[in-house]
């Protein structure tokens, strides 16, 4: 089985939730947690959480990522952060594309592409996430939306450089819902997303492709979505701000 050769991710995406001292203390929880996990486990924290995270993930296996990142390298971009700035912080990880930054802020296909390529290119792990909306599961058009982001998002991206990139597969209607998608709809459309890859780059880069799951993931769900031939973790919002939740999230992707 491929799923076996690839790492399983499990990152915690904690959207504009904790200020640094509220940051601290989750750590302060997690760290002992998670220090067993038999995955790779990730914190994507907000920017003036990063110091902190920095400083407490130090010398432990909780890795720190970011939750957007700008796609030019400097200058007048006012609010924005590039991926230098990310790297020389100490950040490892980037969520690129989120359907909230979609939503609310504009981001299209082609600006998750700029960020994607400005990420890898400064040396950071870009998790780029695509998903369809309520309304196009419902009229079908599922696939066609997903291989459309997949295109755009990897237009340009090199062999190699997949090796630093993790897609997420997050269906917009199971966000912060409570609403999960079964592991069988999860399943079909990471599967295609591997086959998309596939037709991109060869079946290598995609074997190779650690694929997430991202929707009200929870200790209630996760045996059975990351049991699924192609899901390698996941990207999870509201269980990541509970220890307790979160590690027991880390658990089941070890197993
Ligand atoms: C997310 O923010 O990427 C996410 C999946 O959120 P939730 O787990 O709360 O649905």
């Given at each position: 089985m491929n799923k076996k050769l690839r790492a399983a991710v499990m990152a915690g995406n904690w959207k504009m939730n904790k200020t640094a001292s509220e940051a601290a203390a989750l750590y302060d929880e997690l760290i002992p947690a998670?220090?067993?996990?038999?995955?790779?486990?990730v914190t994507c924290v907000p920017f003036t959480d990063i110091a902190v995270a920095v400083e407490k993930c130090r010398g432990t296996n909780i890795k720190v990522g970011a939750q957007n990142v700008h796609f030019e390298k400097s200058g007048a971009f006012t609010g924005e952060i590039s991926a230098d700035m990310l790297v020389e912080a100490g950040v490892e990880y980037v969520i690129i594309g989120h359907s909230e930054r979609r939503q609310y802020f504009g981001e299209t296909d082609e600006t998750v592409n700029k960020r994607t390529i400005a990420a890898l290119n400064a040396g950071l792990k870009a998790i780029v996430c695509v998903g369809e909306l309520l309304?196009?599961?419902?009229?079908?058009?599922?696939?066609?939306?997903?291989?459309?982001?997949?295109?755009i998002d990897l237009f340009g991206i090199s062999a190699e450089q997949m090796k630093n990139v993790i897609i997420a597969y997050e269906p917009v209607w199971a966000i912060g819902t409570g609403k999960t998608a079964t592991a069988a709809q999860a399943e079909e459309v990471c599967g295609y997303i591997r086959e998309v890859v596939a037709g991109l780059y060869g079946s290598a880069v995609a074997d190779g492709l650690t694929i997430q799951y991202g929707g009200s993931m929870k200790p209630a769900n996760a045996d059975e979505l990351l049991a699924m031939e192609n899901i390698d973790g996941g990207l999870i919002g509201g269980a990541a701000l509970k220890a307790g939740d979160f590690s027991a999230l880390v658990e089941s992707a070890s197993r």
């Open positions: 998670v220090k067993d996990a038999g995955c790779t486990v309304e196009e599961r419902e009229l079908g058009i599922t696939k066609e939306v997903i291989g459309r982001q997949v295109k």
